[in-house]
């Protein structure tokens, strides 16, 4: 059983930025990040393959969002720049047994418990 932890969140100001990273108990495959807003259902930010060659990001965070990875730390980071009140929402770490990154939570295997992103003035 894969147990994954987050870390990183907080309060900023839009325009700022924040960098979350997920902590896993072992190896993993594609992993991913995914967010939910209040009464929103949880959607994909982005994800990376085991080798971290193959990144996809939702068009929500395109050009402000990086995702990478550290295989030998078993950890899986967010680079989250120009932050905006919309980005507001608590953010998942996933990973799966396979190596294909999927934009969809029923893909994914295994998830931390989030942290929460609060982006206000």
């Known amino acids: 059983q894969v147990q994954l932890v987050e870390s990183g969140g907080g309060l900023v100001q839009p325009g700022e930025s924040l960098r979350l990273s997920c902590a896993a108990s072992e190896r993993t495959f594609a992993m991913a990040w995914f967010r939910q807003a209040p009464g929103k259902e949880r959607e994909f930010v982005a994800s990376i393959s085991e080798a971290g060659g193959l990144r996809r990001y939702a068009d929500s965070g395109k050009g402000r969002f990086t995702i990478s990875r550290d295989n030998a730390k078993n950890t899986v980071s967010l680079q989250m720049n120009s932050l905006k009140p919309e980005d507001t929402a608590v953010y998942f770490c996933?990973?799966?047994?396979?190596?294909?990154?999927?934009?969809?939570?029923?893909?994914?295997?295994?998830w931390g418990q989030g942290t929460r992103v609060t982006v206000s003035s």
């Open positions: 996933a990973a799966r047994t396979m190596n294909i990154p999927s934009t969809s939570p029923i893909s994914y295997q295994y």
